[in-house]
């Protein structure tokens, strides 16, 4: 059973960083895409970034780049995002998700992807 746990949401400050994790399980991350996304209440769950399966290729949109970064641990089964210089804006539930048949590319948008995680919440505050 493909499962993701998302962690590492909390409270910061404008400017500030956090590190969140996806935990996947049931499959091993080269096999799978992984995908960050946000949502905030009454809005369209938006792509943030994603890395490729076999590859390790990334991608992010336009907003976040330079200050996010995506990466993983095959050996901990585990995918980060490391958000750097963080925004009021930016305020949202954030979630992991997973799809096959990305193994050299990828593309952060929510209809490709099947399997999601429950999120973590990001409050910056301002």
């Known amino acids: 059973q493909l499962q993701l746990a998302e962690s590492g949401g909390g409270l910061v400050q404008t400017g500030g960083s956090l590190r969140l994790s996806c935990a996947a399980s049931g499959f091993n991350l080269g096999s799978r895409a992984i995908g960050w996304f946000r949502q905030v209440p009454g809005k369209e769950r938006e792509g943030v970034a994603c890395i490729s399966s076999v590859s390790g290729t990334t991608n992010y949109v336009d907003s976040v780049k330079g200050r996010f970064t995506i990466s993983r641990d095959n050996t901990k089964n585990t995918v980060y995002l490391q958000m750097n210089s963080l925004k009021p804006e930016e305020t949202a539930v954030y979630y992991c998700?997973?799809?096959?048949?990305?193994?050299?590319?990828?593309?952060?948008?929510?209809?490709?992807?099947?399997?999601w995680g429950q999120g973590t919440q990001v409050t910056v505050s301002s």
């Open positions: 998700a997973t799809t096959t048949g990305w193994e050299f590319v990828c593309l952060p948008k929510k209809r490709v992807y099947d399997t």
